[in-house]
């Protein structure tokens, strides 16, 4: 069994699912936990997405409790007075998400830290979400925003649309330990933030992306972009993701890394390498390697170097060539600074 939950969400009026929240998503649960709850909710093996009723969380919490699952058995008794729809979600394998439920097990899996970027199979998943008003009110169908506005007006009271977007905020569903963010609008649920990472007001990061952690983001992580610990992403730097033109590319940034402010990165690094600020090395960018005395031994794509510690990309200030040397420096990142996450 790769993942179990119990989750409380949001459906449309014709029954869709919007959103889920699960409060405390399991990765590898036990056996017996995953029978006890499928006996309970009368689900047989092959059923991955099972709606239920409050009505049945006192006999669930009650089978969870057998198989010790003490934590699980407490959410589930907090949901005999939900309000909204109940799932439980049992994820036999790591297949391509067949549904909405599966979709947000998945992405909280990520956000929870219990798995990494690219660990886990999200193909198909846009066709699967509906593109959401994300509101004062919670998940609303953009299709039914505008009935729901006036429903809201007619009684005196002001809809707020933060955002309309097929993603809400990670930090709606899960605030990691030791982290901070600035504006947390810029951070998707499905972002992977390792503990003593900080992501600053401009700083971004997207699903199935993030931080091995300790780290500053003051720049743009995108989808399945992941950094390695000790890493500094300046302001205004943006790395290339696998939906803005990688392909099938996965860019990966090593250890104790430096991308300067207002940079660009298009292939994977190594540890302690670093990119001058305002410059971007893309795939096919024509690279001129200097040895240790600063003389030019060959030109290449950059995407030969991909990969390798030690480097240093900076702009000639006179020709405006691209050059790549050894990093003499590492980065250093404030240790005083995040220490306190």
């Known amino acids: 069994m790769l993942s179990f939950a119990l989750g409380i969400g949001t459906q449309n009026s014709q029954g869709d699912w919007l959103e889920i929240y699960y409060p405390a998503p399991l990765y590898q649960p036990t056996e017996s936990l995953v029978a006890a709850a499928r006996q309970a909710l009368g689900a047989d093996e092959s059923t991955e997405v099972v709606s239920f009723l409050p009505e049945h969380t006192a006999k669930l919490a009650s089978a969870l409790r057998e198989a010790g699952a003490d934590d699980q058995a407490e959410f589930a008794e907090s949901f005999a007075d939900a309000q909204r729809p109940l799932v439980a979600v049992f994820l036999n394998d790591d297949h391509a998400p067949a549904s909405v439920p599966e979709v947000y097990l998945k992405l909280h899996l990520l956000s929870h830290r219990l798995v990494k970027p690219h660990d886990l ?30 429903k809201a007006r007619l009684v005196g009271r ?20 030791g982290i901070r963010i600035g504006d947390t609008a810029r951070v998707r649920l499905g972002a992977h933030l390792g503990e003593g990472t900080t992501v600053m007001h401009e700083g971004f990061c997207n699903f199935n992306a993030g931080t091995e952690g300790p780290g500053m983001v003051e720049g743009r992580i995108s989808a399945g972009v992941f950094v390695g610990k000790g890493s500094d992403l300046g302001a205004g730097c943006s790395t290339m993701g696998t939906l803005s033109g990688g392909g099938n590319v996965v860019i990966k940034i090593g250890e104790n890394c430096l991308i300067g ?63 790549c040397r050894t990093n003499k420096s590492a980065v250093a990142l404030n240790e005083s600074l995040h220490a306190h996450n």
């Open 121 to 150: 199979k999200l193909d198909g998943m846009f066709g699967l979400l509906k593109n959401i008003a994300w509101t004062s009110e919670g998940a609303i169908d953009v299709e039914e925003l505008p009935a729901r506005r006036l």
């Open 158 to 177: 002001a809809l707020s649309v933060d955002c309309v977007d097929k993603f809400p905020k990670m930090t709606d569903y899960v605030v990691p330990k």
């Open 261 to 323: 402010a207002n940079a660009g990165l298009g292939i994977p690094l190594g540890d302690r390498c670093t990119v001058e600020a305002g410059l971007y090395v893309t795939a096919g960018s024509k690279v001129t390697v200097l040895d240790d005395r600063g003389e030019a031994v060959q030109t290449v794509a950059a995407r030969e170097l991909a990969g390798q510690d030690d480097l240093l990309f900076i702009r000639h200030s006179v020709t405006g060539r691209l050059e």
